[in-house]
């Protein structure tokens, strides 16, 4: 047999939902008002004064035992940062020349195929020109053969 | 050494009587404190450009591709892009690729001490156009789809004005992404020059932790975003999809990433304080931002419970924009439901998939 308990969740759901309906309004309307921003504003200021004060402490605190502070590190991590980014400009003046070099190789294709074409309809001249000549060259032997045997 | 023998106390636990109460129980211990944190980000993939701390991805690599047009997604600067692939049956990128897309992210990284000086130009002039050049280069495309989520949305829609006419984007896609900051609600406050001191926190910090800015989020609506979370869980404790859900989204609610404190420095400023994108004032690197230079299709998504970024914020931009094909799509659902959750697969996923299938043809 289950032995009935007294259901946390339900409870805690029910007391949630109530106070969630009955404060929402008034927490959303301080929340709206300027004098809360003033507050939020002044809590921030001496957080970050509390923050600013850690700060310069451990600074001089690491300084004093000599191990290298934040400040020191992010130096050697900028020192590699740029020259990742002198490789990526690399990179880039690479993949712009491959760029300009693919664009040539396609409009020196071009020129050659229109040559080429060009040069096939020389020679077809060419080669009908010799036809012709040749043809008018049997045609004058033909006469000046008919002539003589006359 | 001491050694303290724990047996008493597991004896007088097992000893408690069992019933359904205390089971419950039990398991709200568990997902609390015992249990592993779930497996996110799961759909294969393959880096194919580093530089600083970001990577290029490409999504399901041997999936063949049907659609012609590559997906570009960039997130913010905040939080993770993982929210993007959170699960197996409950990731945007997974949906994509299933269908055929080819999907790239630009992920930030963690950005380090080192990063402190990094500006919001240097990701927006430096990184997305060379991670657009890579994809078309991978891809063999001849256009590019641009998604942008949150605040990754509003650095696409920049990066759009300034290259629309350099690259070629043919599509843009921004999900709940802020534009206008005119009424940015309790922020605008918040983050009052008044009172917000920004210069001290940026020079303090150097970069602004993600618990600072994890708490004004939480801040939004604090009784919900703290004791609601676990009488959240509290009651759903014998749904094991809606506990796995649960804890999908608390390993990405609090697994952020420092905001580089320059471009957080310029995030708020030029954005929450000066509004100056909409108003186009906003310079980068000494070229003005105009809107109206973006031309691409444009679907601008608005999700109405959103507290983060606020309808009034996006909307303005579809009335900015030169595009003549622009969409403006409004869904009930909140910052982080709209793309992740039962009904975001079910609603937003197809929508997004059918209008970037149909621009891409």
Redesign the interface.
């Known amino acids: 047999m ?8 339900s409870l ?2 029910e007391i ?1 939902n109530k ?2 309906s009955a ?2 309004d008034a ?1 959303q309307e301080t ?4 004098s ?3 507050s ?3 809590i ?2 001496q957080y ?1 004064q509390f ?2 004060l850690v ?1 310069k402490m451990t600074e001089s605190y690491l300084k004093q035992t000599n191990i290298p502070s ?2 020191e ?3 050697v ?2 020192l590699i ?1 740029d020259v ?2 002198k490789i ?1 400009q690399l990179e ?1 003046e690479i ?1 712009e020349k491959e760029e300009r070099l693919v664009k040539e190789m396609d409009a020196l294709k071009k020129s050659v195929s229109s040559l080429e074409k060009k040069l096939d309809k020389v020679i077809e001249l060419l080669n009908k020109s010799i036809e012709s000549i040749a043809d008018s060259n049997a045609t004058v032997a033909a006469t000046a053969n008919k002539t003589v045997s006359k | 050494m001491v050694t303290v023998d724990t047996t008493p106390l597991k004896e007088w636990f097992e000893s408690l009587p069992k019933n359904k109460d205390f089971e419950k129980l039990q398991r709200f211990n568990k997902v609390l404190f015992t249990d592993p944190e779930p497996q996110v980000g799961q759909t294969p993939k393959e880096i194919i450009w580093t530089k600083n701390k970001a990577k290029l991805y490409r999504y399901q690599p041997n999936k063949v591709k049907t659609n012609k047009v590559p997906i570009l997604m960039i997130y913010a600067l905040i939080n993770k892009p993982y929210i993007l692939d959170l699960y197996p049956g409950n990731s945007f990128i997974e949906y994509l690729t299933d269908r055929g897309h080819d999907v790239y992210l630009l992920d930030w990284g963690t950005a380090g001490f080192e990063d402190r000086h990094m500006k919001l130009e240097d990701y927006i002039v430096d990184y997305i156009p060379r991670a657009v050049k890579k994809v078309l280069k991978h891809s063999g495309a001849k256009e590019i789809t641009m998604f942008g989520y949150c605040m990754g949305g509003t650095m696409t829609a920049i990066f759009t004005a300034l290259y629309q006419k350099k690259l070629p984007i043919r599509n843009v896609v921004l999900l709940t992404s802020p534009i206008d900051f005119e009424d940015a609600g309790l922020y605008t406050n918040w983050l009052d020059k008044r009172y917000f001191k920004l210069d001290n926190i940026v020079e303090t910090f150097g970069n602004v932790p993600f618990e600072f800015i994890d708490f004004g989020n939480k801040l939004l609506n604090p009784l919900s975003n703290t004791v609601g979370v676990y009488v959240n869980v509290a009651s759903n404790i014998e749904n094991e999809e809606k506990i796995l859900n649960w804890k999908l989204m608390q390993k990405w609610l609090n697994d952020g990433v420092p905001f580089p404190g320059e471009a957080y420095r310029q995030w708020i400023r030029n954005f929450y304080q000066e509004n100056k994108l909409i108003n186009d004032e906003l310079e980068v690197r000494g070229e003005r931002v105009l809107l109206s230079n973006i031309t691409a299709n444009l679907l601008n998504i608005v999700a109405t419970r959103d507290n983060i970024v606020l309808p009034q914020q996006i909307e303005p931009l579809n009335d900015k924009v030169s595009s003549k094909n622009k969409t403006l799509h409004v869904v009930n659902a909140g910052h982080v439901s709209v793309i992740t959750g039962k009904r975001a697969v079910a609603e937003n996923y197809p929508f997004i998939e059918q209008w970037i299938t149909e621009n891409s043809k």
């Open positions: 289950t032995q009935s308990t007294f259901d946390v969740f805690w759901k949630y106070t969630e404060w929402h927490i929340l709206e008002k300027k809360f921003a003033e939020l504003g002044q921030q200021s970050v923050q600013e700060n934040r400040d590190i992010a130096n991590a900028s940062i990742d980014s990526d880039d993949d």
